[in-house]
């Protein structure tokens, strides 16, 4: 446990930091193109629509997931995968990458993580935005149900961290793990419900697929936009949810902590 | 004076591993390594405050080992390193982002530092100043010659005011202005009393900076005295090594390096501390505990009613009550008897009659009703319903009421279905005859009239028609309008009868009452008397 409580304090403390470095990256990364800082939004939006023709009006023949129009579903589910593909492939990498120049100075290793995540986080709150905005063309609220939004954006926070903190640790021990990460993460992309309903399959397989925290964000995320439950209402999912963060994060912490000072003997 | 540094007969080992696989192994312990390399072997000394040390040493003698381990940028593997401040390595163009300009970069490394906003504006221009590489500051780092990013990264490194510098030949890029420029920051240094390392193979470089040296020889301590001494002894023994023949050299230097890298299976793994292992039962017993709730909380998923699974204790135990449970929600006869248990449900009468009594000792018969008969059941007294009915409150026996309707129950059923069972003569024209239904009694008088009919009333009191030749029977209200039709001689051996019976509503105890529903009306089905009554629903 107070592996966890040290690296969260890591974290807490180191925050200007982390900010400040998380800007610099996203600055450093755009520098080279003429449309700099905007490709950050002209990926997603290519890949959305791709995926909307053909899943949208292809496969489906531009019919409508219950009354909710296909995009507006498929939106809800791809944003948030756009945040959390990248932010674990990078994020796991990210030790890797920086420890060389973070091991010549007094530097806490552990905000590795954290500054690609947030450096991701800035570029899914503006599509954030731009799906409040399909959403209003659409006329489709959430209702109250939208106070929960910060809640599963929390979760979502605290399940990255937790996977990549004990990515970031493997992968730059076994490099292996790095290419595992990749794809497992592009698997990942069909097996949770982003461009499919869950509600298709029989119950015992949904629970199945259930099974992957991711899921439970996905999902989460479509409950509150649509307006649909509470993320107590199926409180078993969300024990399970917060179990399996709090195991991650702390197989995480306990790994990193044990190998922060030894990185550099490894690469 | 204040100590700065204490070295400890500190150790660096690192493992020789023939295959990758052997160091994933040597991660987890599994097995000891059995070739190790002594970096850097027994060294022990103390710096103190204000001075500057060289570290001298010919290549591969652990001068750089040396300097990370002061740098506490790795660990040692045996003895202990005490630093007290902040020490900061100074290596060329380490942590420089080549794709951001040298202002910006000026900014990344001062913030990976921990200074605050304020401190980096207070601290940029002399930054700059001290670089001296003009216009480029604005260009990307790739742009920079190797000088121009070496005197960056040097300048920033100085101007983030460590406790302890350490300078890893950092100044060999670097022209003789800017060494001149360095040493003159070294006095600067020293004045405010803190403590340098400089590290190079360049006796004079060192000479010219340090007032002590270190002179690293095969990874052990060879002297560590004034610069002078050390300077003299270092020159005596490379000009002795330079006057060695070729063979002679190449065998010292073989001597020297199977001394360092020795097989000593008894050492401790260099890669983890000697008593620290990283996995202890403790932590395995924690993560061990964490799992089985995970995957406790994973089955749950899969339990269809997880509050009542819990709260029903040790499932396996309990398994034999469950079906038992959700059988008796339909059925009050077999629940447990608990006084006062409130209800509040509806009910149905299951008997051909029920009595009604006032008072709960079911002494004071009030009224009966038929079978079906919908009440309200507020709660049970041991054996006793208190029910509504027309607004007022009687008891009855909790035997003849059934607490809901069975939901298979048919409901969706049409009087053409029905056709089957009717009597010859009813089923050709039954349309006709439903077509009665809640007309006034003087319309049906005059419509039958000629026909053989008798008029009486029945056990509940209410006016009946009866056509003996048709067999069939009308029942009127208190409005006089009719209200049930009776059929007799059923065709009780229909297909349609024997699947209803099994699918009814209502089953009254002695099994004998059936109790269905269509869109329009209530239908009940006696089996003893051979009749199917129909009624208007009342919504």
Same mark, same amino acid.
């Given at each position: 446990m107070?592996?966890v ?10 925050f ?7 800007m610099?990256?996203?600055k450093?990364?755009y ?8 490709w950050q ?7 959305i ?11 489906r ?9 296909f ?5 809800i ?6 945040f959390?593909?990248?932010?674990i492939?990078?994020?796991s990498?990210s030790?890797y ?17 954290s500054?690609?995540?947030?450096g ?8 954030m935005?731009l799906l409040?905005?399909?959403?209003v ?6 209702g109250?149900y939208?106070i929960?939004? /910060? ?10 961290y ?17 290419l595992m990460?990749q794809?497992v ?7 949770? /419900?982003i461009f ?5 399959? /029989?119950?015992?397989?949904?629970t199945i697929?259930k099974?992957? /925290?991711l899921a439970?964000i ?9 307006g ?5 209402e199926?409180?078993t ?16 912490a ?7 000072n ?6 | 004076?204040k ?5 400890t ?8 591993f ?16 059995t ?12 710096v103190?405050?204000?001075e500057?040390?060289?570290i001298?040493?010919?290549n ?8 990370n381990?002061l740098?506490?940028?790795i ?10 401040g *902040?020490?900061?390595?100074?290596a060329?163009?380490?942590g420089?982002?080549n794709h951001l ?11 990976m ?13 002399a930054?700059v100043e001290?670089a001296d590489?003009?216009?480029f500051i604005?260009q990307p ?15 920033i ?30 006095k ?5 009393g ?13 000479k010219?900076?340090s007032?002590?040296?270190i002179w690293m020889?095969?990874?052990?301590l060879?002297m ?8 003299q002894?270092?020159?005596k ?9 070729k ?15 020795k097989?000593?299976p008894f ?5 983890h501390?000697?008593?620290?292992g990283?996995?202890?039962?403790r932590?395995?017993l ?5 799992l ?5 909380s ?5 339990v ?9 204790g ?6 034999e ?7 008796s929600k339909?059925?009050p006869n077999?629940e ?8 509040s ?5 299951v008997?051909?009659?029920a009595?009604?009594?006032d008072d709960g ?5 009030s ?7 919908s ?11 208190l ?5 007022n409150?009687?008891?009855l ?20 279905d ?10 050709s024209?039954?349309?006709y005859?439903?077509a009665?239904m ?12 000629g ?5 009486e009333?029945?056990?509940l ?9 048709d067999?069939i ?5 208190e409005?006089?309008?009719? *209200?049930?039709?009776?059929l007799l ?14 699918d ?14 269509t869109a329009?009306?209530?239908i ?9 009554t129909?009624?208007?629903?009342s919504e």
């Amino acid at each position: 446990m107070t592996p966890v409580l040290r690296i969260f304090k890591e974290q807490i403390v180191n925050f200007p930091l982390i900010f400040r470095l998380a800007m610099y990256d996203i600055k450093g990364q755009y520098q080279m193109h003429y449309l700099g800082i905007l490709w950050q939004f002209i990926n997603p939006l290519i890949q959305i629509s791709v995926y909307w023709f053909i899943f949208g009006l292809g496969l489906r023949q531009g019919s409508t997931t219950g009354d909710i129009p296909f995009i507006v579903y498929l939106l809800i589910g791809m944003i948030p995968w756009f945040f959390i593909s990248p932010s674990i492939t990078q994020g796991s990498n990210s030790v890797y990458t920086k420890v060389n120049l973070v091991s010549k100075m007094k530097f806490p290793v552990s905000i590795l993580p954290s500054i690609t995540i947030l450096g991701n986080l800035v570029n899914f709150l503006f599509m954030m935005v731009l799906l409040t905005i399909v959403l209003v063309v659409y006329g489709i609220s959430g209702g109250w149900y939208l106070i929960q939004l /910060p809640y599963y954006i929390f979760s979502l926070l605290v399940l990255i961290y937790g996977i990549t903190l004990f990515s970031s640790t493997v992968s730059a021990i076994i490099r292996d793990y790095q290419l595992m990460v990749q794809s497992v993460m592009r698997m990942m992309f069909f097996l949770t /419900p982003i461009f499919w309903t869950i509600n298709t399959f /029989p119950e015992k397989v949904q629970t199945i697929i259930k099974l992957n /925290p991711l899921a439970y964000i996905i999902i989460g995320f479509r409950d509150t936009f649509l307006g649909r439950s509470w993320f107590f209402e199926d409180w078993t999912y969300t024990l399970y949810f917060w179990l399996f963060t709090f195991l991650v994060l702390v197989i995480g912490a306990i790994l990193h902590e044990n190998f922060k000072n030894k990185f550099v003997d490894y690469l | 004076m204040k100590r700065v540094v204490k070295f400890t007969n500190v150790s660096k080992q690192y493992s020789l591993f023939k295959k990758k696989s052997d160091q994933l192994l040597d991660i987890f312990a599994f097995k000891k390594p059995t070739k190790t390399f002594n970096a850097v072997s027994n060294v022990s000394f103390e710096v103190f405050e204000g001075e500057a040390v060289g570290i001298i040493g010919t290549n591969g003698s652990g001068k750089s080992t040396l300097s990370n381990l002061l740098a506490q940028v790795i660990p040692p593997t045996r003895g202990s390193v005490e630093i007290n401040g *902040e020490p900061t390595l100074v290596a060329i163009s380490a942590g420089l982002n080549n794709h951001l300009t040298g202002y910006e970069n000026i900014e990344l490394k001062c913030l990976m530092h921990g200074l605050s906003k304020s401190e980096i504006k207070e601290v940029t221009p002399a930054i700059v100043e001290f670089a001296d590489i003009g216009e480029f500051i604005d260009q990307p780092i790739k742009s920079y010659s190797s000088g121009m990013k070496a005197r960056l990264g040097f300048a920033i490194s100085v101007h983030i005011k460590p406790d302890i510098l350490i300078i890893d030949e950092a100044l060999s890029v670097g022209d003789s202005t800017f060494h001149q420029k360095c040493v003159d920051k070294f006095k600067e240094f020293k004045a405010e009393g803190k403590t340098i390392f400089f590290i190079s193979h360049s006796l004079a470089q060192v000479k010219s900076i340090s007032d002590r040296i270190i002179w690293m020889s095969h990874g052990q301590l060879e002297m560590f005295d004034d610069k002078e001494t050390v300077s003299q002894a270092y020159t005596k023994y490379i000009d002795w090594f330079n006057k060695l023949d070729k063979n002679e050299k190449r065998d010292f230097k073989q001597n020297k390096l199977t001394e360092q890298m020795k097989i000593d299976p008894f050492s401790p793994d260099p890669l983890h501390g000697k008593t620290k292992g990283p996995f202890r039962i403790r932590t395995y017993l924690q993560i061990l505990s964490m799992l089985i709730l995970l995957i406790g909380s994973g089955a749950l998923m899969f339990v269809e009613n997880p509050g009542d699974y819990l709260k029903s204790g040790i499932p396996l135990l309990k398994a034999e009550e469950k079906p038992s449970e959700s059988i008796s929600k339909g059925t009050p006869n077999d629940e447990k008897t608990s006084s006062d248990e409130v209800i509040s449900e509806r009910g149905y009468v299951v008997e051909r009659t029920a009595s009604l009594y006032d008072d709960g000792d079911l002494n004071q018969l009030s009224t009966e009703l038929p079978f079906a008969t919908s009440v309200f059941v507020k709660k049970r007294i041991d054996d006793t319903y208190l029910v509504v009915y027309n607004d007022n409150e009687y008891y009855l026996n909790s035997k003849s009421i059934q607490i809901g309707l069975n939901e298979e129950g048919v409901k969706d059923l049409t009087l053409g279905d029905l056709e089957p069972a009717f009597p010859d003569t009813f089923a050709s024209s039954y349309e006709y005859f439903f077509a009665f239904m809640n007309k006034d009694m003087d319309e049906l008088e005059s419509s039958f009239d000629g026909f053989e009919r008798s008029k009486e009333k029945d056990e509940l009191s209410r006016v009946v028609f009866e056509f003996p030749d048709d067999g069939i029977s009308y029942a009127f209200n208190e409005n006089k309008k009719a *209200e049930t039709i009776k059929l007799l001689n059923v065709n009780l051996s229909a297909d349609i009868i024997s699947s209803l019976t099994q699918d009814s509503l209502l089953l009254s105890s002695d099994k004998e009452l059936y109790y269905f529903t269509t869109a329009d009306y209530d239908i009940f089905l006696d089996e003893e008397k051979k009749t199917l009554t129909f009624k208007l629903n009342s919504e």
